[in-house]
T-cell receptor, first 107, second 114 residues
Framework: AQRVTQPEKLLSVFKGAPVELKCNYS??????LFWYVQYSRQRLQLLLR??SRESIKGFTADLNKGETSFHLKKPFAQEEDSAMYYC?????????FGTGTRLQVFP | KAGVTQTPRYLIKTRGQQVTLSCSPI?????VSWYQQTPGQGLQFLFE???????NKGNFPGRFSGRQFSNSRSEMNVSTLELGDSALYLC?????????????FGPGTRLTVT
């Protein structure tokens, strides 16, 4: 079955530390993956998608088909990165979301 | 450009009642998807509408239904409410169907069933 797993509910780091939010997926086919972010009192919004191979707000994510992973990384965390992060997988025309990881960046 | 709007923002209902939630997509967007968000299950896909037709449906009972109007506005209805239906219901719109196209989310309607 198609599934997205985010093993960490909470990740706490200090400002300037590297961040890696883990995402693993299960999908029979060529996956299309996304990271969505929800800042406090804001709407859920797209952060990046793997097909774009882009870096947004210093975040990058590489699709590793061998490990079925799509981890989100940032070399130096900022306080404003504190938010809820969701990994999502496209399945036909719908998105399957992981349960999310809350990132807390302390000053 | 105005974002996705959802009404009402908050709703309290009692078990057995029914409820209708409304979603107005971004102007020009023709695809509307609905998700249920709960602390235990996270975000779960309910259904997607495009051109007034339901194209996709998640694993929810038949008590959950929806529709889309010719102006792309969408409503979802939950009949015979249960306590477990308490959740944040999110609506998302995109230009056309397909997860490759960015989905823009609304603020959600928080439904509490007592």
């Amino acid at each position: 079955a198609q599934r997205v797993t985010q093993p960490e509910k909470l990740l706490s780091v200090f400002k300037g530390a590297p961040v890696e939010l883990k995402c693993n997926y299960s999908y029979s086919g060529s996956p299309e993956l996304f990271w969505y972010v929800q800042y406090s009192r804001q709407r859920l919004q797209l952060l990046l998608r793997h097909i774009s191979r882009e870096s947004i707000k210093g975040f990058t994510a590489d699709l590793n088909k061998g490990e079925t992973s799509f981890h989100l990384k940032k070399p130096f965390a900022q306080e404003e990165d504190s938010a809820m992060y969701y990994c999502a997988l496209k399945d036909t025309d719908k998105l399957i979301f992981g349960t999310g990881t809350r990132l807390q960046v302390f000053p | 450009k105005a974002g996705v709007t959802q009404t009402p923002r908050y709703l309290i209902k009692t078990r057995g009642q029914q409820v209708t939630l409304s979603c107005s997509p971004i102007s020009g967007h023709r695809s509307v998807s609905w998700y249920q968000q709960t602390p235990g299950q996270g975000l779960q896909f309910l259904f997607e509408y495009f051109s007034e037709t339901q194209r996709n449906k998640g694993n929810f009972p038949g008590r959950f239904s929806g529709r889309q109007f010719s102006n792309s506005r969408s409503e979802m209805n939950v009949s015979t409410l249960e306590l477990g239906d308490s959740a944040l219901y999110l609506c998302a719109s995109s230009l056309i169907p397909g997860g490759s196209y960015e989905q823009y989310f609304g603020p959600g309607t928080r439904l509490t069933v007592t």
